[in-house]
C-alpha cells in the first residue's frame, strides 16, 4: 500500500507537466489558427454587396438576374524564380490563397477581374518557371463553375513596351483567352479588355494590333447605341450588342499628373502623392488616354498598376479606379472591390483584407504571454498574488 502511494505521487509531477504542455500546445495552435485561417473569415464576413438604384425595390430573384456580382483585384504579382525567396513565397501566397477562397465562399460573385501584373516575372520567366508560377496561380486562385475569372495583361506579366514581345504576349493570352480589344457582355454589361502597355502609339506589330482591334470594338458599340430611326449605313451590317455603355478594363491608370488628389487610408504614403507620373510607365500617355475615352465613352473605368487606391474623374463625368495591390508585399493593408452592376447603373464598395501589422501584433502579444506562463510554471517568475502574499508575511514576522 505504501509503495502505491509513494508511486503516486511520484506521477503527479509528470502528470502536470504534461497537462501544462497540452494547454501550451493548444493555445499556440489556437493562435496559429485564428491568424492564418479564421481571420479572414471574420474580416470579410463584414464586408456587404452594395445596392443599385432600383435594388430596394426588387425582389430577391428579380435582383440576382439583374445584378452582376463582380469582385475587382489587382497586383498580385506571384514571386518568381530569381527574385521570389521561398519564405516570402510561402507567406504571400498563403495569405492571398485564404482571402481569395474565403471571399469566394462568403461573397459568392458571378465574377473575377484581375487588373494585370498577376505574376511578378513574367516579363522574363522561362518556360519552365513560367509554367511553375502558372501552377501555383491555378492553386491559389481555384473557383468553382458558378463564378468566372477574367485576366487583363499587366507589364509583369509580358514585360514594359520595350520588353513586350509576340511570344510573350501569346503566352499570357493562351493561359487567360485574353486579347486587347475583347469585349465580355454578362447580363446586358459591356466589359472591354485592354492591353494598355501596348497602347505606346509607336506602330509597334503588337501596338498595330491591339488599336485595330480597339477601333473595330468602339465602332460595333457606337452602333449597338444608336437608337434604330438614327441608324446609318456605316452600321447596317454591325453585329448589335447590348446599348449599354461600355466599363474599360485596363492595367495601367488614364493619365493623370500623380497621386496628390487621392484620398483614403489606401491611398499613396503622402511623401508619394506628389511625385510626377511618368507617361507610358507609371500611367498611359495623354495620346493613348484621349483615345480610350474618346473611342470608348466608357461609363466607369478600372486600373491597377500604382499598388494604392485613387479615384479620378476625367473629362468631368467619367470616373476611374484604381485598385490597390491584392499583396502584402506590396502594402500593409491589401483590399479588393466588390462592384454591384446593372446595364446602367453601378455602385462600388472596398472590402479591406486583414491588416499585416495588426496579425503580427497578435502573435507578438501571444508570444509574450507564453513566454510569461513558461516562466511562471517553472516557477522563475512568481506570481504577482503569492509575491504580495510574501511581502505580507514578511512584514508580519518583523
Not at 463582380?70 to 521570389?84: C, N, R
Request: aromatic share 12%; hydrophobic share 40%.
Amino acid at each position: 500500500m505504501l509503495g502505491s502511494s509513494s508511486t503516486t505521487v511520484k506521477n503527479l509531477p509528470l502528470k502536470r507537466r504534461l497537462c501544462f504542455l497540452l494547454k501550451l500546445v493548444c493555445f499556440v495552435s489556437s493562435v496559429l489558427i485564428f491568424c492564418e485561417f479564421l481571420i479572414y473569415y471574420v474580416v470579410i464576413f463584414q464586408c456587404r454587396w452594395p445596392d443599385v438604384k432600383g435594388g430596394a425595390h426588387m425582389s430577391e430573384k428579380e435582383t440576382s438576374a439583374s445584378v452582376l456580382k463582380a469582385i475587382i483585384l489587382a497586383d498580385t504579382h506571384l514571386l518568381g524564380e530569381i527574385k521570389g525567396h521561398w519564405l516570402d513565397k510561402l507567406r504571400r501566397e498563403w495569405q492571398m490563397e485564404r482571402s481569395f477562397q474565403t471571399a469566394l465562399w462568403l461573397l459568392q460573385p458571378d465574377i473575377v477581374f484581375i487588373l494585370g501584373d498577376v505574376f511578378d516575372e513574367g516579363k522574363w520567366s522561362s518556360p519552365q518557371a513560367w509554367a511553375d508560377d502558372v501552377r501555383r496561380f491555378g492553386k491559389m486562385f481555384k473557383h468553382s463553375v458558378f463564378t468566372e475569372l477574367v485576366v487583363v495583361a499587366g507589364n509583369h506579366d509580358i514585360g514594359f513596351h520595350y520588353e513586350m514581345t509576340p511570344y510573350k504576349v501569346n503566352r499570357f493570352e493562351k493561359l487567360f483567352n485574353f486579347t486587347s480589344g475583347k469585349l465580355i457582355t454578362r447580363k446586358g454589361i459591356n466589359f472591354v479588355l485592354v492591353n494598355s502597355v501596348a497602347m505606346e502609339g509607336d506602330g509597334c506589330a503588337v501596338c498595330r494590333t491591339s488599336e485595330a482591334k480597339l477601333v473595330a470594338l468602339s465602332h460595333k458599340l457606337n452602333c449597338s447605341q444608336q437608337k434604330a430611326n438614327h441608324s446609318n449605313k456605316r452600321c447596317s451590317d454591325v453585329e448589335k450588342l447590348p446599348a449599354s455603355e461600355p466599363i474599360l478594363l485596363q492595367h495601367y491608370p488614364l493619365y493623370r499628373k500623380s497621386d496628390a488628389e487621392c484620398t483614403g487610408e489606401d491611398s499613396a504614403p503622402p511623401e508619394e502623392k506628389n511625385i510626377p507620373f511618368k507617361e507610358k510607365y507609371d500611367v498611359l500617355s495623354q495620346e493613348a488616354s484621349q483615345k480610350l475615352l474618346w473611342w470608348f465613352q466608357p461609363r466607369l473605368v478600372l486600373s491597377g498598376h500604382t499598388h494604392s487606391a485613387c479615384e479620378v474623374l476625367h473629362a468631368g463625368k467619367i470616373p476611374e479606379i484604381s485598385v490597390p495591390s491584392f499583396s502584402w508585399r506590396n502594402r500593409n493593408n491589401p483590399s479588393f472591390i466588390m462592384g454591384s452592376i446593372t446595364p446602367t447603373d453601378f455602385s462600388l464598395q472596398k472590402c479591406f483584407l486583414p491588416f499585416e501589422s495588426r496579425v503580427f501584433t497578435i502573435y507578438c502579444a501571444a508570444g509574450a504571454l507564453l513566454v510569461i506562463l513558461v516562466l511562471a510554471h517553472v516557477q522563475l517568475l512568481t506570481p504577482p498574488f503569492y509575491f504580495a502574499q510574501r511581502l505580507i508575511s514578511k512584514h508580519k514576522a518583523v
